[in-house]
């Protein structure tokens, strides 16, 4: 038998099918009929049937009945009267803002509104993030501040029209590789086409290139206004476009007036011709695309790093147009869906805006509540400081691994530790934040769960359900739907049997169309039957576009309207700052952090499958060769590695892909492979102010020759 569903990991949103025999996931295929993949897999999803295994699942709901003793086994009645007991106990004693959950863009898009509904419309609080945060949250700031929406305005489809594809801190090969393998087969019909690719690593992405410009960390800015400024230097801008269009401009060409491929070069230590030759290639290409990922976002000027480069498709007209137009590759499976619902701590439904009252307005008469909270809620990084500080009592994490994932990590674990209840809704038992949970409720997970996802390129697929979860493992959204029942009550909010009577996955998507009427998302056409007929759809797909026939939109802006106040897009003007934290003579090493081609995340998933470590096997810091010998060290030995914040013992590998000066380390290994911790411990907490995205890509380190015991 065969069911089609899509890949839980990254932001492509291949679709698969999946075969089993009724009883057991047998095995996954890539689906033919997908527009995102046409039946292409990469080695993580085409070895996700091995990941299907009851072994590692956490199968009952379990309960810590006094702090240092082990969980016991309880009932679901059980566990979620309790969940509703302790979080009722510290709303009614501390008030609504004294609780928070914190989820992931691995949920489905119902799971997330339930989530978002629960915690602004019935507990009365905005404390609901997401490991988004981490991942996209500065490229949705970059795109309302230029664009005026969250909006990829892009498709896929878009790589076999581009002259000239720009791929900016992202390492698509190994982070995106069906997205990749797309781009190859279009380099290979469009033999002209040029790929520049921007990153300090030699990538297999960078290796590819046409032109690879290895900037220092946190130069970015410098490199795309030195390209906009040759682009005007040499009437490479695209004047009808500029006034007829955007807005802005004038301020940023005189931003960009001292910022030449001179100066630019000596900031992001690369050579003055080949920003020339990049910024030529993008104004002389008829049709160029820049493509990002978390180079640009995790960094403490992510939002305008993404301004910037947004602004060389501005300047140059280039997008709305085959070919054309910036497109942010999203990290995780649903990010994109759980902005959708407006599952931050600053969005509401269907992208409406926390800080504008009408919105708030809207939302809670959507809801049937009387308002919403204006309060912004905190977001990852401050949650859980105002966990360790005892200003949030109760935590709810849901799929996803805090005590792994988060930065300054050891800060995070000393909360998940001294916060008063935590729950844990998860799939796996055996995750690092698992040790913290008070409360552990088992989730159904890939192959089990049914729901949607909108992938980077705004296409909305309906995940099917092959199986049943194993033993007493629920999907997220009924677990989040009966906790809401059964708190309602108990805070004086009776209406929550009301709020959250579904009667399945479906009534979920339903009420969640009906929030997007008249926004830049409108999916009023769309509903699961039409999702099964006519396959998965790009938004927005309207009520009226489907009535006439239409299918979603691939392409926007065509029309050279914008979702801003004038119509006009924006040009900023960013602030040109460098990484949070400077190397020095302690800490001399610029250490990057990014994924290896065959793990995902913190491997909860991936670190099951044997085959996935015939790549890389072990934790290790790649450094350059040339700095190895700089420090009497050979490949192979352990070195102590060290930064402001904490220290690991990891193997020193000579790779030439490293720039001298730097290091880089794969972000998945946790506690579970590395004695003295995980990755992130090495990793400091500072934020970008607009998208509050912390910078997990760099940090200052030390290494040296670690003793052997
Ligand atoms: Fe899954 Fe991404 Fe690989 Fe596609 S490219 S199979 S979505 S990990």
């Known amino acids: 038998m065969q069911t089609r569903a899509t890949c839980p990991y990254c932001g492509v949103g291949c679709g698969v099918l999946i075969e089993h025999d009724g009883e057991r996931i047998t095995g996954v295929r890539g689906d033919p009929a997908h527009p995102a993949n046409f039946g292409r897999l990469c080695t993580k999803g085409s070895t996700l049937h091995l990941t299907a295994r009851p072994q590692t699942r956490l199968l009952y709901p379990e309960l810590r009945r006094t702090r240092g003793e082990p969980r016991q086994r309880v009932g679901w009645d059980e566990a979620i009267a309790t969940a509703a007991n302790r979080f009722a106990e510290v709303i009614n004693t501390h008030g609504p803002d004294a609780v928070a959950f914190y989820i992931s863009g691995q949920l489905l898009t119902e799971d997330y509104y339930v989530f978002n509904k629960a915690m602004k419309g019935l507990i009365g609080s905005n404390n609901v993030d997401t490991n988004s945060r981490l991942c996209m949250s500065s490229a949705v700031a970059a795109y309302k501040q230029t664009l005026g929406a969250d909006a990829p305005p892009c498709a896929y489809e878009d790589f076999d029209h581009a002259d000239c594809i720009l791929i900016a801190g992202a390492n698509p090969a190994y982070a995106h590789p069906v997205a990749f393998r797309r781009i190859e087969d279009a380099r290979k019909a469009r033999p002209h086409m040029k790929l520049i690719v921007v990153d300090p690593r030699r990538t297999d992405t960078a290796a590819s290139a046409d032109l690879h410009l290895a900037i220092l960390p946190g130069t970015d800015i410098w490199l795309y206004n030195a390209m906009l400024h040759v682009l005007l230097r040499e009437g490479l801008v695209d004047a009808a476009f500029i006034a007829a269009h955007t807005e802005g401009f004038d301020a940023l060409r005189t931003h960009v007036d001292t910022i030449t491929p001179a100066v630019a070069a000596g900031a992001c230590g690369v050579a003055e011709a080949d920003i020339v030759t990049a910024a030529r290639w993008w104004g002389q290409s008829p049709a160029a695309l820049s493509l990002w990922c978390q180079g640009l976002n995790q960094s403490t000027h992510g939002t305008h790093n993404g301004a910037a480069l947004i602004a060389l498709s501005l300047a140059t007209g280039k997008i709305g147009k085959p070919g054309c137009g910036p497109f942010s590759l999203t990290g995780q499976p649903n990010a994109m869906g759980g902005r ?162 579904y009667d399945g996955v479906e009534a979920i998507f339903a009420e969640h169309v009906a929030s997007t009427a ?192």
């Open 518 to 709: 008249g926004r830049d998302l409108d999916i009023t056409g769309l509903d699961y039957a039409l999702l099964d007929s006519a396959g998965p759809q790009q938004w927005p797909l309207t009520a009226a576009m489907r009535a006439a026939g239409e299918v979603g939109r691939g392409r926007l802006y065509a029309d050279g309207h914008f979702p801003t106040a004038s119509g006009r897009a924006r040009f900023v003007v960013p602030v040109q700052a460098s990484t949070a934290e400077q190397v020095d003579a302690r800490y001399p090493l610029h250490l990057t952090t990014g994924r290896l081609r065959d793990q995902w995340h913190g491997m909860s998933r991936t670190g099951k499958v044997a085959r996935l470590y015939s790549h890389v096997d072990e934790a290790r810091i790649d450094l350059n060769p040339a700095d190895l010998q700089a420090y009497g060290v050979h490949s192979g030995e352990l070195l102590r590695v060290s930064s402001r914040r904490g220290e690991l013992v990891l193997r020193a590998h000579a790779s030439e892909e490293v720039g001298r000066g730097q290091a880089f380390v794969a972000m998945h290994w946790g506690r579970n492979v590395l004695d003295s911790g995980g990755i992130n411990v090495l990793v400091g907490g500072d934020v970008d102010p607009f998208s509050r995205q912390p910078e997990l890509k760099h940090s200052a380190i030390a290494i040296e020759r670690a003793e052997l015991p």
């Open 340 to 501: 959708e619902v407006g599952g931050l701590a600053n969005l509401l439904s269907a992208h409406r805006d926390l800080a504008n009252p009408a919105h708030r307005e809207e939302v809670a008469r959507l809801w049937g509540v009387d308002s919403v909270p204006a309060t912004p809620g905190l977001t990852a990084v401050e949650l859980f400081q105002a966990v360790r500080e005892g200003r949030i009592k109760a935590l709810w994490i849901a799929c996803t691994n805090p005590a792994q994932s988060m930065p300054e990590l050891e800060r995070v674990r000393e909360a998940l530790q001294c916060c008063d209840f935590v729950v844990l809704q998860e799939a796996f038992r055996s995750t690092e934040t698992a040790a913290f949970a008070d409360l552990m409720l088992p989730a159904a997970t890939w192959g089990e769960k049914e729901g949607t996802v909108t992938n980077s390129e705004r296409r909305v697929s309906h995940v099917r359900r092959a199986l049943p979860p194993p033993a007493e493992a629920r999907p997220d959204w009924r677990i989040v739907c009966d906790f809401a029942r059964a708190l309602g009550p108990l805070i004086g909010k009776p209406h929550a049997a009301h709020m959250f009577a």
